[in-house]
């Protein structure tokens, strides 16, 4: 249950868009349903319901709803259509939606439901009359969904028997949020969504692996913070590096703790035993590698967990991916033509992977050539299912995603996003971009470090301790001339 989407969160009535969509992507692995198609003994069904209507909901959530074509229910108090909320002098001052704005979340994929003409709490009212009056649609609102008005929610989550009985009378089912029962449905229960509320099964995990590549690393770590859905781990593990690698994830470490860790192998273990060390230090249900040297489109961990949560058969989530640097369009040339997808800007040259309509389709493929790259997202079960990466003559992570396949599990195309893939030579001159990122890392690390300097010198703990240290020194420079010490003291009082 929902009230209010809005850019701020002032109260727990409130989820800012940011967290709506993030908890709209976690709904990707249940069905999302009308009411009257709601099985309550169908643990994949799930009901999007908003209270009130608000206004914001129509400006912040419609669009949002709109893009995941998700069905969701709308409960409408009659008396606050195209009013506000100024009777409430706990929250802040909000609009409620007018008759045009829930014609259009109709149109938008919403259904009307009722929720009593003035949202009096029906648990103390015996007067029979007044429940009626409050449980009866009036006829202009009835016009505005000619499909809804078949359920109801109490006031406040609420009731008494009396109410629940003439409930009965009038609708297919009712709602609560704090009396109900999840099995009768004249009281359902609903879950008060806040804005820190999870509605995923499953967490994610990013590693990024880096050896020598400090100088990419910036634009890798923050095309992933940058997600529309984050990692709940993002690990930098390092192979032993000996350029900046420690600096920089040491200091984006400092910027997200609880996000982001960083693991430095003492020596270098080589790819197949550092991805495989790599992911013993995660906890993740969903796993992928990003190099230290690409980059990911922002919906990337999105759109792969859409994948990854359609089907418990589904183990590997795969995508396109777009060469991008100084050697991009050699690499794009070499390719066969039916792998070419576009060029972008001639700096960014898509490449295009197959789908396959079964996974005997799928193996058929990978033993000729292999069409899932390493930061395809997989589940832990899946490599748990072949032992991880081991040592072959293959690509590691060819040789991965093949046995997971082999092993019965499918692989399915996240078509709406791709990796970009870094194409790239040695030559300090074709790295322009990143030595500018790598610039600007080291000015906003010094100017974090001046002003937590600054701060700290303004601080009274450190005038009380540059004080004490100035009479030690004072101290130890005249301990055989106790006169001036006592002098001294003395000045202080």
């Known amino acids: 249950m929902y009230h209010k989407i809005h850019p701020d969160t002032p109260t727990m ?19 999302v349903v009308y009411l009257n198609d709601y099985d309550c003994k169908n643990e994949n069904h799930v009901v999007i319901t908003f209270d009130g209507i608000y206004k914001n909901i129509y400006e912040y959530a419609l669009p949002i709803l709109k893009h995941f074509n998700y069905p969701f229910e709308l409960f409408l108090t009659s008396d606050y259509v195209g009013y506000d909320n100024s009777f409430d002098s706990v929250e802040p001052l909000t609009k409620f939606t007018n008759s045009f704005e829930l014609l259009k979340l109709v149109e938008g994929g919403g259904r009307l439901q009722w929720h009593t003409k003035s949202h009096p709490n029906l648990k103390n009212v015996s007067d029979l009359e007044v429940i009626i009056e409050e449980l009866t649609v009036p006829e202009e609102i009835k016009i505005l969904d000619i499909n809804g008005f078949d359920w109801f929610a109490y006031p406040h989550g609420e009731f008494n028997d009396l109410v629940v009985n003439e409930v009965k009378l009038r609708f297919r089912g009712a709602l609560s949020c704090n009396q109900g029962d999840e099995f009768d449905k004249y009281r359902f229960n609903r879950l008060t969504v806040e804005n820190h509320t999870s509605l995923k099964k499953n967490t994610i995990a990013c590693i990024i692996p880096c050896y020598n590549y400090g100088r990419f690393l910036i634009e890798a770590i923050e095309s992933v913070i940058k997600q ?52 013993k230090l995660t906890k993740a249900d969903f796993i992928f590698f990003l190099g230290a040297d690409n980059r990911l489109l922002s919906n990337y961990v999105e759109e792969c967990i859409k994948i990854l949560n359609k089907s418990e058969e589904i183990g590997i989530a795969y995508t396109d991916y777009t060469f991008f640097g100084p050697r991009a369009k050699m690499a794009y040339e070499l390719l066969p033509d039916f792998r070419h997808f576009g060029i972008i800007n001639n700096s960014f040259f898509k490449v295009f992977f197959p789908e396959t309509n079964s996974r005997f389709e799928l193996l058929d493929i990978l033993n000729q050539s292999n069409i899932i790259h390493g930061s395809s997202m997989f589940k832990r079960t899946a490599y748990d299912s072949v032992q991880g990466y081991i040592q072959s003559e293959m690509p590691e992570d060819y040789n991965l995603f093949k046995r997971i396949v082999e092993k019965g599990w499918d692989a399915k195309k996240a078509k709406n996003t791709n990796l970009e893939y870094r194409q790239h030579s040695d030559s300090q ?26 701060d700290y010198e303004n601080s009274k703990v450190f005038r009380i301790s540059y004080k004490l240290y100035r009479f030690y020194r004072f101290i130890k420079r005249n301990y055989n001339n106790p006169r001036k010490i006592f002098k001294r003291i003395l000045k202080i009082k």
């Not at 989820?15 to 069905?31: A, G, I, P, W």
Request: contains cysteine.
């Open 228 to 279: 529309t859905i984050i990692p709940d781990e993002i690990l930098i593990s390092d192979d032993c590096s000996t350029d900046e690698t420690q600096i920089i994830a040491q200091e984006y470490v400092k910027k997200f703790p609880g996000l982001i860790k960083y693991n430095r192998n003492e020596t270098n273990l080589g790819i197949v035993k550092h991805f495989n060390e790599a992911i």
């Open 13 to 31: 009535w409130w989820v800012s868009v940011n967290e709506f969509y993030r908890q709209m992507v976690e709904l990707s692995n249940k069905k």
């Open 429 to 454: 001159a074709n790295n322009v971009l990143s030595l500018q990122k790598l610039m600007l890392f080291y000015k906003d690390s010094y100017l974090s470090l001046k002003k937590e300097k600054n």
